[in-house]
C-alpha cells in the first residue's frame, strides 16, 4: 500500500479524534445522549456521492438524521435495502420527514444520460434512470436544452419519481394518515452548497384515495 493512501486514511483517523474532542468540549451531552439511543426526526434518502454528506450539508448533528444513500438515489419498491430503511424509519423511529435528495453532476445521472454501457453491476442498477430518460425524451422535455439542463431535468424526474414511490410505500401511507409524516424531494446544488425544493405536492383528492386504498385496519 503506497504511503500516499496510508497517509491519507490516518488523515481521517486524526480528524476524527478531532472531531470527539472539539465535541465533547462544545456540546458535553450530544455524544453521551447518542449512545442512550436515537429518534430523529428525517429520513434523508440520498446519492452516495461524496460531495453529499447530508448531516454537514444540513448543519446537523449527530442523531439528528437517519440515512440511507445508493448510486443515483434511485428508489424503486423492489430494493430491499432501501425499502427495509424506510420502514424502519417510519414504523419504529418514527420520522416525521422523508428527504428523497438528487443532486447536480451526478455521476450516475449522467451515465444514464450517455445510455452509454457502463458494466459490473451498474448497467442493471441505472435501468430505472435509463427509463426516465427515455421518457424525457419521448416527451420532448429535452428539445431545445443543453447537456447541462438535460442532465439537471433527469434529475429532477429521479427524484420526483422516488417521491411517489415513497408515497406508495403502504407504511409511508399509514403514517402520513395517523401522524401528518411529510415526503419531499430536493435537489442539492454541489457547487454552491444550497439545497432547493422541488414541487413534488400532490392533490387532496388524489392523496384522499391513496390514503382510503392502502387503508390498514
Same mark, same amino acid.
Given at each position: 500500500?503506497?504511503?500516499?493512501?496510508?497517509?491519507?486514511?490516518?488523515?481521517?483517523?486524526?480528524?476524527?479524534?478531532?472531531?470527539?474532542?472539539?465535541?465533547?468540549?462544545?456540546?458535553?451531552?450530544?455524544?453521551?445522549?447518542c449512545?442512550k439511543?436515537?429518534?430523529p426526526?428525517?429520513?434523508?434518502?440520498?446519492?452516495?456521492?461524496?460531495?453529499?454528506?447530508?448531516?454537514?450539508?444540513?448543519?446537523?448533528?449527530?442523531?439528528?438524521?437517519?440515512?440511507?444513500?445508493?448510486?443515483?438515489?434511485?428508489?424503486?419498491p423492489?430494493?430491499?435495502?432501501?425499502?427495509?430503511?424506510?420502514?424502519?424509519?417510519?414504523?419504529?423511529?418514527?420520522?416525521?420527514?422523508?428527504?428523497?435528495?438528487?443532486?447536480?453532476?451526478?455521476g450516475?445521472?449522467?451515465?444514464?444520460?450517455?445510455?452509454?454501457?457502463?458494466?459490473?453491476?451498474?448497467?442493471?442498477?441505472?435501468?430505472?434512470?435509463?427509463?426516465?430518460?427515455?421518457?424525457?425524451?419521448?416527451?420532448?422535455?429535452?428539445?431545445?436544452?443543453?447537456?447541462? !439542463?438535460?442532465?439537471?431535468?433527469?434529475?429532477?424526474?429521479n427524484?420526483?419519481?422516488?417521491?411517489?414511490?415513497?408515497?406508495?410505500?403502504?407504511?409511508?401511507?399509514?403514517?402520513?394518515?395517523?401522524?401528518?409524516? !411529510?415526503?419531499?424531494?430536493?435537489?442539492?446544488?454541489?457547487?454552491?452548497?444550497?439545497?432547493?425544493?422541488l414541487?413534488?405536492?400532490?392533490?387532496?383528492?388524489?392523496?384522499r384515495?391513496?390514503?382510503?386504498?392502502?387503508?390498514?385496519?
Open positions: 500500500m503506497s504511503s500516499e493512501k496510508t497517509s491519507a486514511f490516518h488523515t481521517l483517523l486524526s480528524q476524527n479524534k478531532s472531531f470527539a474532542s472539539k465535541t465533547q468540549s462544545q456540546n458535553p451531552d450530544l455524544l453521551s445522549k449512545a439511543g436515537q429518534s426526526s428525517t429520513l434523508w434518502l440520498g446519492c452516495s456521492d461524496s460531495r453529499c454528506p447530508e448531516t454537514t450539508l444540513l448543519a446537523a448533528q449527530p442523531g439528528d438524521v437517519f440515512v440511507h444513500r445508493n448510486i443515483a438515489n434511485i428508489i424503486t423492489h430494493d430491499m435495502s432501501s425499502q427495509s430503511v424506510i420502514y424502519y424509519a417510519v414504523n419504529y423511529l418514527k420520522v416525521q420527514h422523508v428527504v428523497v435528495a438528487g443532486h447536480t453532476s451526478c450516475g445521472v449522467a451515465a444514464a444520460l450517455g445510455n452509454n454501457v457502463v458494466g459490473g453491476t451498474m448497467d442493471a442498477w441505472l435501468m430505472p434512470v435509463r427509463e426516465l430518460r427515455s421518457q424525457l425524451l419521448e416527451s420532448g422535455a429535452f428539445e431545445g436544452v443543453d447537456d447541462k !439542463e438535460k442532465g439537471l431535468r433527469l434529475v429532477e424526474a427524484v420526483k419519481r422516488g417521491v411517489d414511490v415513497v408515497r406508495r410505500n403502504p407504511e409511508v401511507v399509514r403514517a402520513m394518515g395517523e401522524r401528518g409524516v !411529510e415526503v419531499h424531494g430536493v435537489v442539492y446544488d454541489v457547487g454552491t452548497g444550497e439545497l432547493r425544493e414541487d413534488t405536492g400532490e392533490e387532496e383528492a388524489g392523496m384515495k391513496r390514503l382510503e386504498n392502502f387503508k390498514v385496519g
